[in-house]
């Protein structure tokens, strides 16, 4: 074959592919349901052909909030008004989210309302055995709607999970009711989640950062989000406001508003957004944004991605990628960092 040739063949390949995962976005975000008198539009979670509220309420934000009462009246008020996708994670403020948040749940019968999603954060069989044991028991709950191996941020992770046998004790955990999917997180960088995309195992979700300075740096929406779309694996987005920074730098600095960025995210054809809410505002604010949400046209969305073009492209406001500053604890000690 001529140089020539197999330059075009090459053009072509990358064209059919490009065609095809536009379609496939577009798709998810033509199914999105519209927003009901007390629910929230929603979207299906990959192969597992679950409906999930496209706004999902974070573990960590609620575990920070210093009244466990209102924290619970957070959770409360968030699945009378149809938020009823709830992150969480092993790790997160020392077990004490998950704590608060089965307290919550147990009331009520409001577990059955609710696609509980939390996140192992080991890699060994024993480990993550135990990590699964500790989440149920301080979830209250007898089984787990998606367990997610967390924190991908190391490009041994995908690795250490197969070879140490975290993933065979997720499969043990499916196999025996404890868990109904599995998934596995990250914030680091695309080639660590490419990576886990290409082992043997068919993912059902896939959690990463989405926000509009992504469009620019290590994106995980051009080169991650195409390859789950095409195996089929739920995008969960996360870090929208790029961190949430207690400055709101990309909102501050930016120039962006909330709205704008949420927007933004919920455009791409994630399945849900994983939002920061330690208080009945956010709360309230975010409900407003979900029920009203319309989709950006590309130019809408090219404009504000150019909006951010000079200080997205060298991560300094992306800093979960481009440091070591957010690596969780427990993790960087897997791993032999400092902490």
């Not at 995210?265 to 975010?286: F, W």
């Not at 969305?301 to 492209?313: F, I, Q």
């Not at 979960?320 to 400092?338: E, I, N, Y």
């Amino acid at each position: 074959m001529s140089p020539k040739a197999s330059t075009r063949r090459q053009f072509m390949k990358r064209a059919t592919t490009t065609v095809s995962a536009a379609a496939l976005a577009n798709q998810i975000i033509a199914q999105t349901t519209p927003a009901g008198a007390n629910g929230l539009p929603m979207r299906t979670l990959g192969r597992t052909g679950q409906k999930v509220s496209i706004l999902c309420l974070g573990g960590w934000h609620i575990g920070a909030v210093k009244d466990h009462k209102e924290a619970i009246r957070i959770m409360h008020a968030a699945i009378d008004e149809g938020m009823t996708f709830f992150d969480n994670a092993w790790d997160y403020h020392n077990g004490h989210s998950e704590e608060v948040m089965g307290t919550a749940l147990a009331q009520d019968g409001r577990r059955k309302k609710v696609f509980l999603m939390t996140k192992n954060c080991e890699r060994d069989y024993a480990g993550s055995m135990k990590n699964l044991e500790d989440s149920l028991r301080r979830l209250k709950t007898d089984y787990l709607d998606l367990w997610q191996f967390h924190e991908m941020v190391y490009h041994n992770d995908p690795d250490w999970v197969f070879e140490k046998g975290g993933m065979k004790a997720a499969l043990e955990a499916k196999k025996q009711g404890k868990v109904r999917y599995i998934g596995f997180t990250g914030h680091k960088d695309p080639l660590i989640h490419l990576k886990m995309l290409g082992k043997p195992q068919d993912w059902d979700s896939a959690q990463m950062p989405i926000n509009v300075l992504d469009a620019h740096y290590r994106s995980f929406q051009h080169e991650v989000v195409p390859v789950c779309l095409k195996k089929n694996v739920g995008v969960i987005g996360m870090k929208g406001l790029a961190g949430g920074y207690p400055d709101g730098t990309l909102l501050v600095k930016g120039g962006l508003t909330a709205e704008e960025c949420f927007r933004y995210c919920l455009s791409l054809p994630v399945s849900t957004q994983v939002v920061g809410i330690n208080t009945m505002a956010h709360l309230k604010a975010d409900i407003a944004l979900a029920r009203s949400f319309k989709p950006m046209t590309k130019a809408e969305m090219a404009a504000l991605e150019a909006r951010v073009k000079d200080v997205a492209g060298d991560g300094r406001y992306e800093t979960f990628k481009s440091t070591k500053d957010f690596d969780g604890p427990h993790h960087r000690r897997q791993h032999g960092f400092a902490v």
